[in-house]
């Protein structure tokens, strides 16, 4: 078989999609809702077949996990969808300028045409039915690419979408990184990629040569900063939760932590506390997730072995064993106020490392973070809304979260994105919608108007009426 034949594949497909389009270019709301009705049987009829492949693929990966950070979100996705659907697509009126009445003006939502959406490997299903939603409730058909880095989930969910959808309407994609370049790069009418941001950057250049507007999800390093006062205890709780979910595998989860200076130990032995409460057996406990494949393991070893070489102590939060190498399970493990140089303070860590940084002022930790690259999260836990406000006008950030992490991310009346390097773009709920929809600004003149009048040839009564217009 030439292995070019595959790459062919998908530019047919998009051929496909996009005459079925021009076809049907403004599908009415009885087509949208029956295309997300078919979603939505697909997610509920098959949740146990997803929630095995994805614990096949992770090697280990909760039940409850899938079902908490992907089927629900997902479900609820395609529910508010349709629930606001035939709202969002109305016609939005708009305001016509007093010079210019009675003419009427007012925005039209209308399909894009086909867009393409790149999924990650972390929350395979929740990364592809998010955007997937917006896409079909704007009333455009889809290609996605999945990661080959969960191939019985990629598989699994290909042959459902194939029993659920024409190939017109929904496809899914699977194969290795060339497959996804070669995807990136066809001319989609509008592109979602979820990743990293060193591939995000590729993305963004293979679409810019057909000039394909994109959403961009990255990620980086999201902050946590405990303000003076707060409850260690309070925050340890909601912090480790954030960041062993899925082992820390998430695009949002906490990056490290600033805490007061007198409270660095404390902080840290509530953490340990935490832990040990969430996962009472340790690297052996059902609950915990496991590192997805060998290859992000030995990245997280080597970001470990890089600390101790770097002369920091890793604090471990489980009893017992801290790795089992073979199952590509790794316990979490705290970096006590580790210098900058490490390679852990300048990735994005993806896993359940966390390093614990001390400050002195509120002002030093907003200024810690303003030297970053601007993350997609910040989670600050404070009593005194005022100085949390003032965090959040100080800092420049994708979202935030006051009090508690990663919740924002499952809200589907927030918009979810990221800036510059985290990001660009949002979606979730009417944003996807939005994100994915022409909004065409429509002006309908009224046959009674004075526009003849500003026609050449000019006469003085033009700069008159010029001059009044530049002063009312």
């Known amino acids: ?27 009415e709301w009885d087509v ?38 992907e089927v629900y979100p997902s479900i609820a996705e395609v529910r508010a969808a349709l ?81 659920h959808f024409r190939a017109d309407e929904v496809v899914v994609v699977t194969g290795d990184a060339g497959v996804a370049a070669a995807f990136s790069a066809l001319p989609f009418d509008h592109l979602v990629f979820t990743g990293s941001t060193d591939v995000g950057r590729k993305v963004m250049t293979a679409a810019g040569a057909n000039l394909t507007p994109v959403t961009l999800e990255l990620g980086g390093k999201s902050p946590v900063v405990v303000a003076p006062g707060y409850s260690l205890e309070r925050a340890a709780t909601r912090i480790m939760m954030g960041k062993l979910v899925n082992a820390g595998q998430t695009c949002i989860a906490p990056d490290y932590v600033l805490v ?65 190498d073979a199952a590509h399970r790794l316990g979490p493990v ?13 990735r994005e860590i993806f896993g359940p490392i966390l390093p614990v940084l001390p400050y002195d002022r509120p002002e030093d930790a907003v200024s810690f973070i303003n030297a970053m690259a601007h993350p997609l999260a910040l989670y600050w836990f404070d009593d005194d809304r005022t100085r949390a406000e003032w965090a959040l006008k100080q800092t420049h950030v994708g979202g935030a979260c006051i009090n508690e992490t990663m919740v924002h991310g499952m809200q589907e009346g927030l918009p979810f994105g990221g800036v510059g390097p985290s990001g660009m773009g949002h979606y979730h709920g009417k944003w996807g919608f939005d994100a994915m929809s022409k909004l065409t600004p429509v002006f309908r003149q009224s046959r009674l108007n004075g526009m003849g009048l500003f026609m050449p040839p000019y006469r003085p009564l033009v700069h008159r009426l010029l001059g009044l217009m530049k002063r009312l």
């Open 32 to 69: 949208r809702r029956d295309r997300l009705q078919r979603l939505r049987r697909l997610l509920i009829d098959n949740e146990t077949a997803i929630e095995d492949a994805i614990d096949a693929d992770f090697g280990g990966r909760p039940r409850i996990e899938t079902q908490i950070a």
């Open 260 to 324: 007061p200076r007198a409270g660095l130990d404390a902080f840290v032995a509530q953490a340990r506390r935490r832990a040990r409460a969430m996962y009472p057996a340790g690297l052996a406990d059902r609950d915990y997730c496991s590192i997805v494949d060998a290859r992000q393991y030995q990245r997280l070893v080597g970001y470990l072995d890089d600390a101790v070489a770097g002369g920091v102590r890793p604090v471990e939060l489980f009893d017992g064993p801290a790795r089992d």
């Open 83 to 163: 629930h606001g659907g035939r709202r969002w697509m109305k016609p939005r009126g708009a305001w016509v300028s007093k010079w210019f009445m009675p003419a009427r003006a007012w925005i039209m939502p209308r399909p894009v045409g086909v867009v393409g959406i790149i999924v990650p490997w972390n929350y395979p299903l929740n990364l592809a039915v998010v955007p997937l939603v917006g896409a079909l409730a704007a009333g455009n058909r889809a290609m996605i690419k999945l990661s080959e880095y969960t191939p019985r989930f990629s598989a699994l969910f290909q042959c459902l979408v194939a029993e």
């Open 1 to 27: 078989m030439n292995p070019n034949d595959g790459l062919l594949d998908i530019a047919t497909l998009l051929q496909t999609q996009r005459e079925a389009y021009l076809q049907a270019p403004f599908p």
């Open 334 to 346: 705290i970096l006590v106020d580790p210098p900058h140089s490490l390679v852990a303070m300048r």
